[in-house]
C-alpha cells in the first residue's frame, strides 16, 4: 500500500473506512482525469502512470494557499484538523474534474470523509463558494434566513456568514499543475486504465454507485451482448463517483470476494447475470444463481479461473426490477441488500418469474426460491403479497445469535423491501391500466415507494457582529479563524505519527486483557522475547514507587493479581520498532482464572455493585407528597405507563438516554398534576470511579467494561420535553411519519470538583518583541489558542497578536483565559513607564527599553473558580460558577418500514455571551450529539469485550447526516457577568441538544404506532437511546414485524 511521509497524510484506520484521512490526488492517461483516494487502499502497482498529489502539492502557507485551503480554513472549516487535508484533496480532485460543480456534487464529492470537530455545515458553506448553484439555500432565497434575505437591524447586524467570501482567492483552473507528459500512455481504454496495469482486473468493468438510504441505484460500466453491436460496448457510464473506495475497487473484486453483504451480488443473482470466466486455454460461462456463492465466501471458480466479463440481460416487456440496501448511514455497508425481479406473463400482471435475491441473511448471497417458486401463475395482488411476506418470514430465518445481530430488524427489513417492490410495481402496473387484475395502490402507500433522500443542506448560521465602533485591533468578539487553519488545510501542522523517529528511539505497545474480570495466573514473555529488536517487558513489578493512580486512587499503572475490564492494561513490549512491538506484544501469554464479571447495569443492580457513597438529592417532603397523591403509579421506565395517566409530555418524555433507568415512582392528582416524583438513576461508570460521580449524580454501576464517564444531561432534557404530532402528513403517508420536538437547555458550567477549576499562566515577552504565552488550557482543535490571541490584543490585554505564540497544559479554558489576561496586564504594567516616555514608540521599542532597563517582562497569571462546592448531605451550596442556555427545535422524518430518518430542520437558538470565536464548537458539538442520539451505539460481547472498535463498525455522523435546514443562531447580546469578556462556555450544551431529534423520532414513531394500533399494542413505549435504524423500525410495529 502506499506510505507517504508528507505531513498532510495523516495515519487512521488503515482500512478506509475512517475517510480519506490519508489522501492524494491523481492525473491519468491520454483523457488525463483525477480521483482521490485513501493511501492505506491504494496498492503501489495500481500507480504505473499514475502521478501523485499530495495536499502538500497544491498550495502552502509559505508561498500561497489554494482557493480550496484558504476557503476550508477562512470558513471555520477545519478545527483539530485531522481530517482536513483529506477534504481538501476529494474538494481540490472534484474542482480538477468539474471547475463549477452543484453543491450536490461537492456533497458527493465528501462520501468517504469524515469529521468529529466542525459538524461539517462550516465546511460545505466555505465550498459552497465554488458552487454554480451557491448561495446559503442554493440561490433560491427561498430560506428566510437565506443569505439574500438578510435585512440590516438597526440594533444588531446579524451576519448569516462568519467569512467574507469576497476576500477569497479566485479559483484559476489555468493555474493547476498539469499533467506530467512523460507519464502519457497511448493505448489506453476507455476507462483510462493502460494495460500494465490491468492484471488481474482484466474484466475492466468499473462501477460506480450511488447509494441513496434504503436504495442503491447502481450505474455500470459493463460489457453486454449486444444483437445491435455484435460485440461487446459500454452501455451506460456515471463519471461522478469520486467516493474513495469506490476509486480503486472492481466489480469483478466485489464478485469474486463473494461478501455476504456485498451490494452488487444479489443484483446480479436476481438480474440473471451471465459471466464469462477464463483460464489458460479455457473460456466458460455461467449463470450467477443460487449456486454460484456454495459456501461462506467462496465462489464456483476454480483457483486459476479469472472472471472475464458480465453479461446483464436486458429487461424485457412486463419486467421489473428494484435493488435495495438498508445502511446505518448514507456512504456506509450493507446491513441488508437485495435485488428483485417480477416479469409477467405477456399483458397479464400473472407472475411468469420472480426472483429474489438477500445480502446480509446468511453467509452468502441467497435467493429465496422456496417462496419464490410457489408464486408462478399468481397475481401481483394482496394475496401475493400476504403469501410472499409469510414465506420469506419462514425461508431467511437467522438464528438469535446470527453474526452481525439485529437479527428482528434483518428480517424485517426482508419483508418491507419486498412490500416497496410490490407496491413499486403495483404504482407502475397502475399507470399501465392494469388495476382490475391486481390491487389497486391506496395512495397513502404511495410514499413508500419513493427514495427516502435528504434535501441538499440549506444551511446557515446567523451570529451577532461586533458593535459598530469596536477597534480593528480589537478581535473579541470577532470571527476570528482557528489559527493553526491553513496549516492544517496546507499538511503543514505537524501531529504525534508525523514527528520523525529519533536515533535508537524505542517503541512500547501495551498488552492487555482479553477477560472482563479475572485472576492473573500468569504471565509469559518467552515467545515475545524471540520477536527481533525485543528489548523488554514491563509490568506492576516494575513501577517504582506506587503502582496506584486515577484522580480516585482506585486505579493502576499496571494491573496487578487481578483484572477488571477487558483492555485493563497489564504491561507492555519494549522493541525497536513499531511492527515488532505489536508483534511482541500478541506472543505475550497470559493465563486467568475467571471471576464472575458484570457487564451490564441490569447485572450490577442486581449484584449491588455501586460505587460509595449513593448520591441523593431531595426536594420537599417527599413521604407527604406521596401520601397526598390521589394515585401513585410505580415501575421502570419500561413496565409503566406513566404518560397515560400524567399527559403526553412527561410520559414521552421519559425515553431511556444511555444506560439510564430514571423512574421509580410518581404520585400525582386527578388533574394530574404532579405532586411527588421519585427517580432513581444508573449510569455505567465503568471498572474505575474517574470522575462519574462528579458528572453524573446517580447510582455509578461498577461494571467490567474500560471506564465510561456518564454524562446526566441527556436524562434531565428528556424530562423537558415538549412533543407535538404532524396530524395531517402522517395521514396522508402511511409509511412515513413526521415528529417535532423543542427543548431548552440550561447547562451548569464548571466542575463540579472545586480543585479542577483552576489554572496558570506564563508570559514571557523576548526582546525582539515576541510574546510566549503558556497556559493551561488545552488545545484540542476547538480554538482556545485562537481565543487566547483574541484576549491578549483587546484594549485590556493589549498585545500584538502578531507576535503571539501560544503553548498549552490541560486546565479548563475559563481558567486558562482569565490566568492569561491576568498574566498580561502584569507585563503591560511594567510597559507603561516606557510608554508614557515613547508614545509614539512601537511594541518592540518599549520592549527593548524595558530590557535595557532591566526589568522583567515574565509574568504569571492564577485563576481559581470562585464559591464552588456543592453538598449533597445539605443540598447547599454551588455546583456550578454560571449556567449556559439554549433552545432547539427538530423536525424529522422517518421511514417505517426501513429505520431510516432525516432531520428536515434543525432550528437552536444559543446564548454565547459575547464572544463568537465559539462558533468553532457549537456546530461540532450538535453533530456529535446527534450521533450520540441517532447513531453511535456500542455493542459488547456478552464477555464484556466491545465490539464496535473502529469507524468500520462505529458509525460517527458524515456530511451526509447533517439536517437538511441547519439554522444556528448564536445570540451574544446576553453577556455573562461571571466570565471573560462576558463570554459563555459551549461545548456540551448544544450536544444535549441534539435530543430534540431523538424525541422528534419519538414522537414520529407514535404516529406510525397510532396509524398501526390493535388491541395488542401498547401506546406507550420504550426508545432507548441513540433511536438507530433497527430501533425505529423495531419500534413502528406492524404487519410485517409480527410475521418475524
Ligand atoms: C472502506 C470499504 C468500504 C466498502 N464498502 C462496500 C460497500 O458499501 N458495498 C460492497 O458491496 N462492498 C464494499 N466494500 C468491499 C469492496 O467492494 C470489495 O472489497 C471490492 O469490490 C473488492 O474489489 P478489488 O478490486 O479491491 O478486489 P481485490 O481486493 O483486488 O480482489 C479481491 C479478490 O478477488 C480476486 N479477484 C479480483 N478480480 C478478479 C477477477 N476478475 N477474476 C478472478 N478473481 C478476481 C482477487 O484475486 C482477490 O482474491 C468495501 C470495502 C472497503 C475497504
Ligand atoms: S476531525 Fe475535522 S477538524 Fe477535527
Known amino acids: 500500500m502506499l506510505q507517504l511521509s508528507g505531513l498532510g497524510c495523516t495515519d487512521a484506520c488503515h482500512t478506509g473506512s475512517a475517510g480519506a484521512v490519508s489522501p492524494w490526488g491523481e492525473g491519468g492517461f491520454l483523457c488525463c482525469y483525477h480521483f482521490s483516494a485513501n493511501a492505506c487502499l491504494a496498492p503501489i502497482c495500481s500507480l504505473h ?33 485531522f481530517c482536513t487535508p483529506g477534504i481538501v484533496m476529494s474538494m481540490y480532485t472534484l474542482l480538477r474534474n468539474q471547475p463549477e460543480p452543484t453543491m450536490e456534487e461537492i456533497e458527493d464529492a465528501f462520501q468517504g470523509n469524515l469529521c468529529r470537530c466542525t459538524g461539517y455545515r462550516p465546511i ?37 456568514s462568519l467569512f467574507n467570501p469576497e476576500e477569497f482567492m479566485p479559483l484559476d483552473p489555468t493555474q493547476e499543475p498539469i499533467f506530467p507528459p512523460e507519464l502519457l500512455v497511448g493505448d489506453a481504454d476507455a476507462l483510462g486504465r493502460g494495460p500494465a496495469t490491468s492484471g488481474c482486473h482484466e474484466a475492466r468493468e468499473t462501477l460506480v454507485k450511488h447509494t441513496s438510504g434504503d436504495l442503491c441505484a447502481l450505474a455500470l460500466w459493463v460489457f453486454l451482448s449486444s444483437s445491435d453491436t455484435g460485440g461487446q460496448a459500454p452501455v451506460s457510464h456515471t463519471p461522478k463517483g469520486t467516493h474513495t473506495s469506490r476509486i480503486h475497487m472492481s466489480v469483478g473484486g466485489n464478485i469474486i470476494t463473494a461478501s455476504p453483504i456485498s451490494d452488487l451480488n444479489p443484483v446480479f443473482m436476481a438480474s440473471g447475470a451471465k459471466l464469462t470466466i477464463v483460464s489458460t486455454g479455457t473460456r466458460r460461462t455461467v ?11 467462496k465462489t464456483l471458480l476454480a483457483p486459476e479461473e479469472i472472471l472475464l466479463s458480465i453479461e446483464i440481460p436486458y429487461s424485457r416487456e412486463g419486467e421489473y426490477f428494484s435493488a435495495f440496501k438498508q445502511t446505518s448511514r448514507r456512504d456506509d455497508i450493507a446491513k441488508v441488500t437485495s435485488g428483485m425481479r417480477v416479469l409477467f406473463n405477456p399483458g397479464t400482471v400473472q407472475v411468469k418469474e420472480l426472483a429474489l435475491c438477500y445480502g446480509g441473511m446468511a453467509d452468502r448471497t441467497i435467493s429465496a426460491l422456496k417462496t419464490t417458486q410457489r408464486q408462478i401463475s399468481h397475481f401481483w395482488n394482496e394475496g401475493l403479497l400476504q403469501d410472499v411476506c409469510a414465506g420469506l418470514a419462514e425461508e431467511l430465518s437467522l438464528a438469535p445469535d446470527a453474526p452481525g445481530g439485529m437479527v428482528e430488524f434483518r428480517r424485517t427489513l426482508t419483508l418491507s423491501f419486498f412490500f416497496k417492490f410490490y407496491l413499486t410495481v403495483l404504482q407502475k402496473l397502475g399507470k399501465e391500466n392494469s388495476e382490475d387484475q391486481c390491487g389497486k395502490l ?13 434535501d441538499p443542506p440549506a444551511n446557515v448560521q446567523l451570529f451577532q457582529e461586533v458593535p459598530k465602533g469596536q477597534s480593528e485591533e480589537d478581535m473579541v468578539g470577532r470571527s476570528l479563524p482557528h489559527l493553526a487553519a491553513a496549516m492544517q488545510a496546507s499538511g503543514e501542522a505537524v501531529y504525534c505519527d508525523d514527528i520523525p523517529r529519533y536515533e535508537n528511539e524505542l517503541s512500547l505497545r501495551l498488552v492487555t486483557s482479553t477477560q472482563a474480570h479475572a485472576k492473573i495466573k500468569s504471565i509469559d514473555t518467552s515467545e515475545a522475547q524471540k520477536v527481533p529488536g525485543f528489548v523488554c517487558f514491563i509490568s506492576a513489578d516494575d513501577v517504582p514507587g506506587s503502582n496506584i493512580t486515577g484522580i480516585c486512587n482506585d486505579e493502576m499503572v499496571f494491573a496487578k493479581d487481578e ?25 505475550v501469554k497470559i493465563t486467568y482464572e475467571d471471576l464472575p464479571a458484570i457487564i451490564t447495569i441490569e447485572d450490577a443492580i442486581k449484584s449491588n455493585s455501586f460505587y460509595e457513597p449513593e448520591l441523593k438529592i431531595e426536594k420537599g417532603n417527599l413521604t407527604n407528597g406521596f401520601s397526598e397523591a390521589d394515585n401513585i403509579v410505580s415501575g421502570t421506565g419500561a413496565q409503566c405507563n406513566l404518560g397515560e395517566w400524567v399527559g403526553p409530555g412527561l410520559g414521552r418524555g421519559r425515553g431511556l438516554l444511555r444506560n439510564h433507568s430514571p423512574f421509580r415512582q410518581v404520585g400525582f392528582m386527578k388533574t394530574g ?24 449524580r446517580m447510582h455509578p454501576c461498577i461494571l467490567g467494561v474500560v471506564n465510561g464517564k456518564s454524562k446526566a444531561g441527556p436524562t434531565s432534557i428528556g424530562l423537558l420535553t415538549s412533543c ?6 402522517s395521514r396522508e403517508n402511511c409509511w412515513k411519519k413526521r415528529g417535532l420536538s423543542i427543548i431548552p437547555t440550561k447547562f451548569g458550567i464548571s466542575f463540579s470538583n472545586p480543585f479542577l477549576n483552576q489554572g496558570g499562566a506564563l508570559i514571557h515577552v523576548y526582546t525582539d518583541g515576541s510574546v510566549l504565552l503558556t497556559h493551561g488550557g488545552t488545545e484540542m482543535g476547538q480554538g482556545l489558542h485562537t481565543k487566547m490571541v483574541q484576549q491578549a490584543s483587546s484594549p485590556v490585554a493589549s498585545v500584538s497578536a502578531a507576535h503571539l505564540h501560544v503553548t498549552s497544559g490541560k486546565s479548563s479554558p475559563l481558567s486558562a483565559s482569565v490566568s492569561s489576561s491576568e498574566a498580561c496586564q502584569t507585563i503591560l504594567k511594567r510597559l507603561e513607564p516606557f510608554k508614557k516616555k515613547n508614545p509614539s514608540g512601537s511594541w518592540e521599542d518599549w520592549v527593548m527599553a524595558a530590557y535595557l532597563d532591566a526589568v522583567s517582562l515574565s509574568a504569571t497569571g492564577f485563576y481559581k473558580t470562585p464559591n464552588l462546592g456543592y453538598s449533597f448531605e445539605t443540598n447547599s451550596g454551588n455546583a456550578f460558577h454560571y449556567f449556559s442556555y439554549g433552545v432547539a427545535c427538530s423536525e424529522v422524518e422517518i421511514d417505517c418500514l426501513t429505520g431510516d430518518h432525516k432531520v428536515r430542520i434543525w432550528d437552536w437558538v444559543q446564548a454565547v455571551g459575547s464572544e463568537s470565536l465559539t462558533a468553532l464548537q457549537v456546530e461540532g458539538a450538535f453533530v456529535q450529539g446527534l450521533g450520540l442520539f441517532t447513531l453511535e451505539e456500542l455493542h459488547y460481547s456478552p464477555e464484556g469485550s466491545l465490539h464496535t472498535r473502529g469507524p468500520s463498525t462505529y458509525k460517527i455522523p458524515a456530511f451526509g447526516s447533517i439536517p437538511s435546514v441547519f439554522r444556528v443562531s448564536l445570540l451574544r447580546d446576553c453577556p455573562n457577568k461571571k466570565a471573560i469578556y462576558a463570554s459563555k462556555a459551549v461545548g456540551e450544551p448544544p450536544l444535549f441538544l441534539a435530543a430534540s431529534i431523538f424525541f422528534a423520532i419519538k414522537d414520529a414513531i ?6 398501526n394500533m390493535d388491541h395488542k399494542m401498547k401506546k406507550l413505549f420504550q426508545l432507548d437511546s441513540p433511536a438507530t435504524q433497527e430501533k425505529i423500525r423495531n419500534a413502528c410495529v406492524d404487519k410485517f414485524t409480527r410475521l418475524v
Open 287 to 297: 449463470r450467477m444463481d443460487h449456486t454460484f456463492f456454495p459456501a461462506y465466501r
Open 673 to 696: 398534576r404532579v405532586v411527588a416524583l421519585q427517580v432513581e438513576h444508573y449510569s455505567n461508570a465503568g471498572n474505575s470511579m474517574d470522575l462519574s460521580q462528579h458528572v453524573s
Open 49 to 81: 502512470h499514475v502521478a501523485v498529489t499530495t495536499v502538500e502539492g497544491i498550495g502552502s502557507t509559505k508561498s500561497r494557499l489554494h482557493p480550496v485551503q484558504e476557503r476550508i480554513a477562512k470558513s471555520h472549516g477545519s478545527q483539530c484538523g
Open 442 to 454: 391506496d395512495p397513502t402507500h404511495a410514499s413508500a415507494t419513493l427514495l427516502f433522500q435528504k
Open 124 to 160: 460545505l458553506q466555505g465550498f459552497r463558494t465554488f458552487a454554480r448553484d451557491g448561495g446559503c439555500c442554493g440561490g433560491s432565497g427561498e430560506n428566510l434566513n437565506c443569505c439574500l434575505n438578510q435585512k440590516e437591524d438597526h440594533t444588531v447586524t446579524l451576519s448569516p
Open 1006 to 1011: 407514535h404516529a406510525a404506532r397510532a396509524g
Open 563 to 587: 483484572v477488571t475490564c477487558v483492555g485493563h492494561i497489564i504491561g507492555a513490549v519494549v522493541t525497536d520498532t513499531r511492527e515488532h512491538a505489536q508483534r511482541a506484544a500478541q506472543a
Open 724 to 729: 407535538l404530532i404532524f396530524v395531517f402528513f
